[in-house]
C-alpha cells in the first residue's frame, strides 16, 4: 500500500438530511430557523376526530396551560457516588472526579448540576447495600421483579430471571418492592507497577498489599514526629505479628519494637527509624488519618485480582470475624469491620471485583458504632478456599452476571424535602453507582431550569373528540418535518403543546411558536414549529424514522433506533436529535 492510499480515511456511513459528522460524533444540524409570522398561524387538529379544530396562537394561550419542569436527575446532599479511588459525597464531585460506571469502570465528570428542589425525595432500599435517596425522576436500572404471589423469595427470584429478562431504566418513584437493582463488578485494573511516597518508590506487589491491609485493619499513628506507626494486636497472634514484623523491615527497613500491656493481652508493635522516611506520612498519604477516615488506596483499589485478594485477606484477619458452618449450625459467614463509611463502601467494590457479592449489615456488638460488611455462603471460598462451607439448598437473595450482581428490593419510601440536589455528567455511560446503577444527567438542554408551560395534548384531543380506531399521532411542522408518537404517549397528563419556557414564549431556536414537549420521549419527538396534530390510524414513518430511528423513543427504554428497544446500542451514522 502506498503512503497516499494509507491517509485516505475510512469511508463513513451516509448521514440523513440535517447532520454533519463532527471531529468524533455526529451533530444534528437541524433544518434551519423557519420565520413564523404568528398572526397567520395556525394549529390543527385533524384526522381520525369528530370535530376538526384550528386554533389561532390567542386562542391556545386562553385555554387552561399547564406547567412542568423537566428536572435534572438528582440526589441530595451526603449522597455517597463510587469514584476512584475512593466514594464520595455528591456534593464535593468535581469536573475530572472519576466516578464507576455501569459498566464497572471510571469516567471522568466533565459537568456538574445542581439546582434547588421542593417536594418528595424517593428512598430506596435493596438488599445488601445501603439506602438511597433521590428525586422521583432519578432513573435506576433494574430488572422488574415476577409478582410471585404465594411463591418462595428463591421461586419469585427464578421467575423474574427466566430466558429473555431484560434490565430497563425506571423511575424511582415507579420502583416496587422486588424489583432488582445492579451493582456491577468493578473492572478496571491499572498498569501501574510501582507507587512513590516521601520520595521514595514501592513495588505494588502482593507484599505492599499484606502491609497495607494489616494497617488498615491494625494500624495507626504511633508519635506526633511522623516517624512512627504502630499496629495492636491481641498477644496471642505471634504468627501475625511475624508475618508484619517482617514486611516492615524488608519493604520499609524499619525497626520494630514489640510491647506487651500490663496484663500481658495485648501487644504492640511499633515501626521506627525507617529507611523509606516519615512512616506516619507514607501511611497517611496512602490510607488516610484516624480510624473513621480510613481507606483503600486507589493503587491497591485499582491492582490485579491475586495483588487484591492479598489485601482483603491480611484485612480479614487484623479486622475481621468468621463463623464457618458445622452440621448443628449450617450457615457461614466471614464480616469485614471497620469505623470508616467510606472504607467499607471501598470493601464492597473490592469484593465484586473478585465475583463475591459483599453486604453491608448492620447489628449490635462491637461495630454497632461502624460497619460490617459480610460474605455469606460458597463466595467466601473466593477468598479463603480452605473455608469450611456447607452444600445446600439457594438461598443466596441475588443474581450474578458477568456484568455484576443484581439485588432485590427491599424497601421504597417518600419524604418530603427542600434544598439543594446534585448531579453530574459522566460521559460516555452517563451512569454512576450511587449505590447500585442509576443515570447521572444526559439531558441536553442548554438552560438547566427549564419550566415548560402549555396546553396539555389530551384537552386538545378531549375537544375535537379523538375516535377509538386513532393509535398514532402526527405532528406535521413547517418545512414539512414530521415525527409520530403513540397516542398514548401524546395524551399522558405531563404531555403539552409547549408555548412558554420559565414564563416567556418560546424562542425561534426553541420552536416558536408552539412545539409538542413529551419528557419521557427522546427529544426529536417534540417537534418544533407545530403546524397540525393529525391523529392516524396506524404508525407511519416521520422524517428521523426514515433514517432508521426508533418508532416510539422512549427515553427509560433508551428506543433509540428500530430494533434496539432496551439496549443502548451505539450506531455510528445516527445520533440523537
Same mark, same amino acid.
Given at each position: 500500500?502506498?503512503?497516499?492510499?494509507?491517509?485516505?480515511?475510512?469511508?463513513?456511513?451516509?448521514?440523513?438530511?440535517?447532520?454533519?459528522?463532527?471531529?468524533?460524533?455526529?451533530?444534528?444540524?437541524?433544518?434551519?430557523?423557519?420565520?413564523?409570522?404568528?398572526?397567520?398561524?395556525?394549529?390543527?387538529?385533524?384526522?381520525?376526530?369528530?370535530?376538526?379544530?384550528?386554533?389561532?396562537?390567542?386562542?391556545?394561550?386562553?385555554?387552561?396551560?399547564?406547567?412542568?419542569?423537566?428536572?435534572?436527575? #438528582?440526589?441530595?446532599?451526603?449522597?455517597?457516588?463510587?469514584?476512584?479511588?475512593?466514594?464520595?459525597?455528591?456534593?464535593?464531585?468535581?469536573?475530572?472526579?472519576?466516578?464507576?460506571?455501569?459498566?464497572?469502570?471510571?469516567?471522568?465528570?466533565?459537568?456538574?448540576?445542581?439546582?434547588?428542589?421542593?417536594?418528595?425525595?424517593?428512598?430506596? +432500599?435493596?438488599?445488601?447495600?445501603?439506602?438511597?435517596?433521590?428525586?422521583?425522576?432519578?432513573?435506576?436500572?433494574?430488572?422488574?421483579?415476577?409478582?410471585?404471589?404465594?411463591?418462595?423469595?428463591?421461586?419469585?427470584?427464578?421467575?423474574?430471571?427466566?430466558?429473555?429478562?431484560?434490565?430497563?431504566?425506571?423511575?424511582?418513584?415507579?420502583?416496587?418492592?422486588?424489583?432488582?437493582?445492579?451493582?456491577?463488578?468493578?473492572?478496571?485494573?491499572?498498569?501501574?507497577?510501582?507507587?512513590?511516597?516521601?520520595?521514595?518508590?514501592?513495588?505494588?506487589?502482593? +507484599?505492599?498489599?499484606?502491609?497495607?491491609?494489616?494497617?488498615?485493619?491494625?494500624?495507626?499513628? =504511633?508519635?506526633?514526629?511522623?516517624?512512627?506507626?504502630?499496629?495492636?494486636?491481641?498477644?496471642?497472634?505471634?504468627?501475625?505479628?511475624?508475618?508484619?514484623?517482617?514486611?516492615?523491615?524488608?519493604?520499609?527497613?524499619?525497626?520494630?519494637?514489640?510491647?506487651?500491656?500490663?496484663?500481658?493481652?495485648?501487644?504492640?508493635?511499633?515501626?521506627?527509624?525507617?529507611?523509606?522516611?516519615?512512616?506516619?506520612?507514607?501511611?497517611?498519604?496512602?490510607?488516610?488519618?484516624?480510624?473513621?477516615?480510613?481507606?483503600?488506596?486507589?493503587?491497591?483499589?485499582?491492582? $490485579?485480582?491475586?495483588?487484591?485478594?492479598?489485601?482483603?485477606?491480611?484485612?480479614?484477619?487484623?479486622?475481621?470475624? =468468621?463463623?464457618?458452618?458445622?452440621?448443628?449450625?449450617?450457615?457461614?459467614?466471614?464480616?469485614?469491620?471497620?469505623?470508616?463509611?467510606?472504607?467499607?463502601?471501598?470493601?464492597?467494590?473490592?469484593? =465484586? +471485583?473478585?465475583?463475591?457479592?459483599?453486604?453491608?449489615?448492620?447489628?449490635?456488638?462491637?461495630?454497632?458504632?461502624?460497619? =460490617?460488611?459480610?460474605?455469606?455462603?460458597?463466595?467466601?471460598?473466593?477468598?479463603?478456599? $480452605?473455608?469450611?462451607?456447607?452444600?445446600?439448598?439457594?438461598?443466596?437473595?441475588?443474581?450474578?452476571?458477568?456484568?455484576?450482581?443484581?439485588?432485590?428490593?427491599?424497601?421504597?419510601?417518600?419524604?418530603?424535602?427542600?434544598?439543594?440536589?446534585?448531579?453530574?455528567?459522566?460521559?460516555?455511560?452517563?451512569?454512576?453507582?450511587?449505590?447500585?446503577?442509576?443515570?447521572? #444527567?444526559?439531558?441536553?438542554?442548554?438552560?438547566?431550569?427549564?419550566?415548560?408551560?402549555?396546553?396539555?395534548?389530551?384537552?386538545?384531543?378531549?375537544?375535537?373528540?379523538?375516535?377509538?380506531?386513532?393509535?398514532?399521532?402526527?405532528?406535521?411542522?413547517?418545512?414539512?418535518?414530521?415525527?409520530?408518537?403513540?397516542?398514548?404517549?401524546?395524551?399522558?397528563?405531563?404531555?403539552?403543546?409547549?408555548?412558554?419556557?420559565?414564563?416567556?414564549?418560546?424562542?425561534? $431556536?426553541?420552536?416558536?411558536?408552539?412545539?409538542?414537549?413529551?419528557?419521557?420521549?427522546?427529544?426529536?419527538?417534540?417537534?418544533?414549529?407545530?403546524?397540525?396534530?393529525?391523529?392516524?390510524?396506524?404508525?407511519?414513518?416521520?422524517?428521523?424514522?426514515?433514517?432508521?430511528?426508533?418508532?416510539?423513543?422512549?427515553?427509560?427504554?433508551?428506543?433509540?433506533? +428500530?430494533?434496539?428497544?432496551?439496549?443502548?446500542?451505539?450506531?455510528?451514522?445516527?445520533?440523537?436529535?
Amino acid at each position: 500500500m502506498s503512503a497516499t492510499q494509507a491517509t485516505i480515511p475510512p469511508a463513513r456511513d451516509p448521514l440523513p438530511p440535517g447532520q454533519v459528522w463532527g471531529r468524533k460524533f455526529v451533530i444534528y444540524a437541524a433544518l434551519g430557523i423557519p420565520k413564523v409570522d404568528v398572526k397567520g398561524w395556525k394549529l390543527k387538529v385533524s384526522g381520525l376526530v369528530e370535530k376538526p379544530l384550528e386554533f389561532t396562537y390567542d386562542e391556545l394561550l386562553a385555554l387552561p396551560m399547564k406547567q412542568y419542569a423537566k428536572s435534572f436527575f #438528582c440526589l441530595p446532599p451526603g449522597s455517597l457516588v463510587f469514584a476512584n479511588p475512593r466514594p464520595i459525597a455528591i456534593e464535593d464531585v468535581e469536573e475530572g472526579t472519576e466516578v464507576v460506571g455501569h459498566d464497572g469502570l471510571p469516567h471522568k465528570v466533565t459537568r456538574l448540576i445542581r439546582k434547588r428542589h421542593a417536594g418528595k425525595i424517593v428512598g430506596v +432500599k435493596a438488599s445488601y447495600l445501603p439506602p438511597s435517596r433521590m428525586t422521583p425522576d432519578h432513573p435506576v436500572r433494574v430488572v422488574r421483579g415476577h409478582p410471585g404471589y404465594g411463591q418462595s423469595k428463591s421461586k419469585r427470584r427464578k421467575l423474574t430471571f427466566r430466558p429473555g429478562w431484560m434490565p430497563v431504566w425506571a423511575r424511582a418513584d415507579q420502583l416496587r418492592v422486588g424489583d432488582y437493582v445492579l451493582f456491577p463488578k468493578y473492572r478496571y485494573v491499572s498498569t501501574r507497577d510501582s507507587v512513590a511516597s516521601q520520595g521514595v518508590s514501592f513495588r505494588i506487589d502482593k +507484599k505492599l498489599a499484606r502491609l497495607i491491609g494489616w494497617y488498615l485493619a491494625e494500624g495507626s499513628a =504511633s508519635s506526633s514526629d511522623n516517624r512512627c506507626i504502630g499496629f495492636a494486636l491481641n498477644s496471642n497472634e505471634v504468627e501475625n505479628g511475624r508475618e508484619i514484623t517482617g514486611l516492615l523491615q524488608e519493604l520499609l527497613g524499619a525497626r520494630v519494637g514489640t510491647y506487651l500491656n500490663y496484663r500481658g493481652t495485648g501487644m504492640t508493635l511499633v515501626a521506627t527509624s525507617s529507611e523509606a522516611g516519615y512512616l506516619r506520612l507514607i501511611f497517611g498519604e496512602w490510607c488516610g488519618i484516624g480510624a473513621a477516615n480510613k481507606y483503600i488506596p486507589d493503587f491497591v483499589m485499582d491492582a $490485579e485480582k491475586d495483588i487484591l485478594r492479598e489485601f482483603l485477606v491480611r484485612y480479614f484477619r487484623g479486622d475481621g470475624y =468468621s463463623k464457618e458452618a458445622s452440621k448443628d449450625d449450617p450457615y457461614e459467614l466471614i464480616d469485614f469491620t471497620t469505623s470508616s463509611r467510606v472504607l467499607a463502601y471501598q470493601l464492597l467494590l473490592a469484593l =465484586s +471485583k473478585l465475583d463475591i457479592p459483599g453486604e453491608l449489615v448492620n447489628h449490635p456488638g462491637s461495630v454497632r458504632m461502624g460497619f =460490617s460488611v459480610r460474605v455469606r455462603g460458597q463466595k467466601i471460598r473466593n477468598l479463603l478456599p $480452605e473455608f469450611r462451607t456447607f452444600e445446600r439448598i439457594d438461598k443466596v437473595h441475588y443474581k450474578e452476571t458477568s456484568d455484576g450482581f443484581y439485588y432485590p428490593i427491599r424497601k421504597v419510601w417518600m419524604e418530603e424535602y427542600s434544598g439543594d440536589v446534585y448531579d453530574f455528567q459522566a460521559p460516555p455511560t452517563f451512569t454512576m453507582l450511587s449505590p447500585f446503577v442509576t443515570q447521572d #444527567c444526559v439531558t441536553k438542554w442548554s438552560i438547566e431550569k427549564p419550566m415548560w408551560e402549555g396546553v396539555p395534548i389530551k384537552l386538545v384531543a378531549d375537544m375535537a373528540q379523538v375516535k377509538p380506531e386513532a393509535t398514532w399521532v402526527m405532528y406535521r411542522c413547517y418545512e414539512g418535518y414530521t415525527a409520530p408518537v403513540p397516542v398514548e404517549d401524546a395524551l399522558r397528563e405531563d404531555s403539552i403543546v409547549a408555548l412558554r419556557l420559565n414564563g416567556k414564549p418560546l424562542l425561534p $431556536e426553541q420552536g416558536f411558536p408552539a412545539r409538542p414537549f413529551m419528557p419521557d420521549l427522546y427529544g426529536w419527538k417534540s417537534a418544533k414549529w407545530l403546524t397540525e396534530i393529525e391523529f392516524i390510524p396506524k404508525y407511519e414513518d416521520g422524517y428521523w424514522e426514515m433514517y432508521g430511528y426508533h418508532e416510539r423513543g422512549n427515553v427509560w427504554e433508551e428506543e433509540r433506533f +428500530k430494533g434496539h428497544s432496551g439496549k443502548n446500542w451505539l450506531k455510528r451514522a445516527f445520533g440523537t436529535a
